[in-house]
């Protein structure tokens, strides 16, 4: 593999993950529910919602392939079912109402929800079931550190990040994300589709 194919591999592998967990979009959620807690608790509780959202990742990207094959599952009967999917998320996303979000007074774990689903949701998991078939095991594990290492940045200065930007700003970027997310959802689902019809035609009479 020259350089330049990985380059793009990556970026193929990275970008999807990145649109799917949406740190800077899910920010205002993040802040919300910790706002009240001290500084070291804090950050306490994001790195135990990074690490399960981790583990929980590990699990789906090493036992996906399992589940397909017991279930009689074809990567692209999930790339189009993932596919739809992922577009109902990016589609509720950007058309829900601006709502304050409820905040948190009490979190005793980073575990659920901010691990998962906040973090790591099914929009995540889904991408990371699709990207282990699309470009293998090694760049979709570094895809899933680099974006958990960014995430867990973004949310550790999250209180300087609203003050700069705002919080209309950061909701704002979601939403762009979003439709970036549907963008994806659509060509997975067509990709899914194309290769189905193209196994069809090809498949022995």
Known sequence: ?????????????????????????????????????????RSKILRQAVIAG???????LFGGKKIFNFLGITPDDFRVGGGLLLLLIAIADVTQSQKEVRRATSIDSGVVPLGIPLIIGPAALTTI?????RTGYPLTIISLVLNLLITWTI?????LIVRIIGE???????????IFLMA??????????????????????
Do not use: C, W
């Open 1 to 41: 593999m020259t350089t330049s194919t990985f380059f793009v591999d990556f970026v193929a592998s990275f970008l999807p993950l990145f649109v799917a967990i949406d740190a800077i979009g899910m920010l205002p959620v993040y802040v919300a529910m910790t706002e009240s807690l001290e500084p070291a608790r």
């Open 168 to 178: 209309s700003g950061t909701k704002g970027v979601g939403k762009i994300i979003s």
């Open 155 to 159: 949310f550790s200065h999250s209180q």
């Open 184 to 205: 994806i959802a659509v060509m997975m689902i067509r990709v899914g589709i194309s290769n189905m019809i193209h196994a069809m035609g090809s498949a022995p009479k």
């Open 54 to 60: 981790f583990i929980t990742s590990l699990v789906i």
């Open 129 to 133: 079931m699709i990207l282990v078939d």
